[in-house]
């Protein structure tokens, strides 16, 4: 089978780069051969620029870190910001702490939350502009619609990288087409160890920090993004009981790796 | 059959565990010589269908006692237990969860696999890629940097 033609975007936002990658075509669903795909990723952007400039930390001039530095207090707070915190909160509650919306200093960092919910409202906003098939990219989390062979049903293939090898793939995973997982996220310990604060309960029950976490790198394949991606966080924050915990409660399938090289999977991701 | 020898340990370590629970009340029932209601999670109460004597702790702790029904995420559950002079002599099963949806449940744990056991993907087949956080500088390098620029 040949690779589908499919045409890609990219724009930076949030420390990392988002791609939205489209099937090349003029079929129905498609963005076609003019201005788009221009239009498509413009939309997008729109959707990052304005929740990274509401809740970003590095921004001095952001809600965030106004909360941060206790300049604003959450009472005064935008709808937007208490409706985030809140499902953080929700998050915390349904992780047993392993996902939390502090960091150990205390200070509120919604950022493990945030960029789940912008790849959603990102999807959310290329359906709006009758955009039926897509694959949104952003930092290694991944939200497809439709198919890469529109009118095909065929699913969108999402490789995950091998944390000790990161040119090459650890195995695969179809998303969208006829089955109901939309959304594959990873998270690991090695990369951007303050991402991982919820760590901090993991910390204090197993005297390791991110640093001695048990899992290297976590995927969870989940019918939405902000789950995918909560979860990973969760599972690399809370190892094995909180991966347990996960695939009780949800309609997940995970691959896990942990420090030894050692995988765990669900069996969505045998072979 | 390792499915269903893992669903039984499973329930029979849940009523153990209620079991306990249970026996647990019993004692502040004895202690403050009221006998004969438990009250579980749900805040529906326990009964206590037989039982006699009001002589002594012993003799008070003898009969059956049906434990509430504990909604579970994979269904209600309910448990009696048979005390005889104080102690847990037999433990049954009033309301068990769907064993079949259980058994799925169980066996949607993630367990250990060989790396050739993965489903496997191909660079040249996959249409992106999912990798723990990249930063911007990192991406320059990621496998999905080389898939954008070939669908530029």
């Not at chain 1, 009981?241 to 996960?246: E, F, H, K, Q, S």
């Not at chain 2, 104080?86 to 068990?96: K, M, P, Y």
């Given at each position: 089978?040949?690779?589908?033609?499919?045409?890609?975007?990219?724009?930076?936002?949030?420390?990392?780069?988002?791609?939205?990658t489209v099937p090349a075509g003029t079929g129905p669903g498609t963005v076609g051969p003019d201005g788009g795909l221009a239009a498509a990723a413009a939309a997008v952007e729109r959707v990052f620029a304005g929740l990274d400039g509401t809740f970003s930390l590095y921004r001095r001039d952001s809600?965030?870190?106004?909360?941060?530095?206790?300049?604003?207090?959450?009472?005064?707070?935008?709808?937007?910001?208490?409706?985030?915190?809140?499902?953080?909160?929700?998050?915390?509650?349904?992780?047993?702490?392993?996902?939390?919306?502090?960091?150990?200093?205390?200070?509120?960092?919604?950022?493990?939350?945030?960029?789940?919910?912008a790849i959603e409202q990102a999807g959310d906003a290329l359906l709006a502009l009758g955009v039926g098939d897509w694959c949104l990219n952003a930092g290694g989390d991944v939200l497809v619609n439709g198919s890469p062979r529109p009118s095909t049903g065929a699913p969108w293939q999402a490789g995950i990288?091998?944390?000790?090898?990161?040119?090459?793939?650890?195995?695969?995973?179809?998303?969208?087409g006829p089955g109901t997982k939309r959304a594959l996220a990873t998270s690991g310990s090695a990369e951007?160890?303050?991402?991982?604060?919820?760590?901090?309960?993991?910390?204090?029950?197993?005297?390791?920090?991110?640093?001695?976490?048990?899992?290297r790198q976590v995927s969870v394949a989940a019918p939405d993004i902000i789950t995918a991606d909560v979860l990973a966080t969760a599972i690399?924050?809370?190892?094995?009981?909180?991966?347990?915990?996960?695939?009780?409660?949800?309609?997940?399938?995970?691959?896990?790796?942990?420090?030894?090289?050692?995988?765990?999977?669900?069996?969505?991701?045998?072979? | 059959m390792r499915a269903r020898a893992a669903v039984s340990a499973a329930l029979a370590s849940a009523g153990i565990l209620l079991a306990g629970w249970q026996a647990g009340v019993r004692v502040e029932d004895t202690g403050s010589g009221a006998v004969g209601t438990l009250s579980g999670t749900d805040g529906t109460a326990g009964s206590r269908t037989t039982g006699s004597g009001t002589t002594g702790s012993a003799a008070k702790a003898a009969g059956t006692y049906a434990g509430a029904v504990v909604q579970?995420?994979?269904?209600?559950?309910?448990?009696?237990?048979?005390?005889?002079?104080?102690?847990?002599?037999?433990?049954?099963?009033?309301?068990?969860?769907?064993?079949?949806?259980?058994?799925?449940?169980?066996?949607?744990?993630?367990?250990?696999?060989l790396r050739a056991e993965v489903l496997?993907?191909?660079?040249?087949?996959?249409?992106?890629?999912?990798?723990?956080?990249?930063?911007?500088?990192?991406?320059?390098?990621?496998?999905?940097?080389?898939?954008?620029?070939?669908?530029?």
């Open positions: 089978m040949n690779s589908p033609a499919l045409k890609t975007r990219t724009f930076g936002c949030m420390g990392t780069v988002i791609s939205l809600e965030a870190s106004r909360l941060a530095r206790g300049s604003m207090s959450l009472r005064a707070a935008s709808a937007q910001m208490r409706g985030r915190y809140a499902d953080a909160v929700g998050w915390r509650l349904l992780t047993d702490g392993a996902f939390s919306p502090e960091r150990p200093d205390g200070v509120l960092d919604l950022s493990g939350l945030i960029k789940g919910y990288v091998d944390p000790q090898d990161r040119d090459t793939l650890i195995g695969g995973c179809p998303l969208g951007r160890g303050d991402h991982i604060w919820g760590a901090r309960s993991w910390s204090a029950r197993s005297r390791t920090g991110p640093a001695g976490a048990e899992f690399v924050a809370g190892g094995t009981p909180m991966l347990d915990r996960a695939t009780d409660g949800w309609e997940i399938e995970v691959l896990a790796v942990r420090g030894s090289g050692e995988l765990l999977a669900t069996p969505g991701f045998r072979a | 579970t995420r994979f269904g209600a559950v309910q448990v009696q237990i048979t005390v005889k002079a104080g102690a847990i002599t037999d433990v049954t099963a009033l309301q068990l969860t769907d064993a079949e949806r259980k058994s799925i449940q169980i066996s949607n744990r993630a367990a250990p696999l496997k993907a191909q660079s040249s087949k996959v249409q992106t890629i999912s990798g723990a956080t990249v930063t911007s500088a990192a991406y320059l390098t990621s496998l999905q940097a080389a898939l954008d620029a070939a669908n530029l």
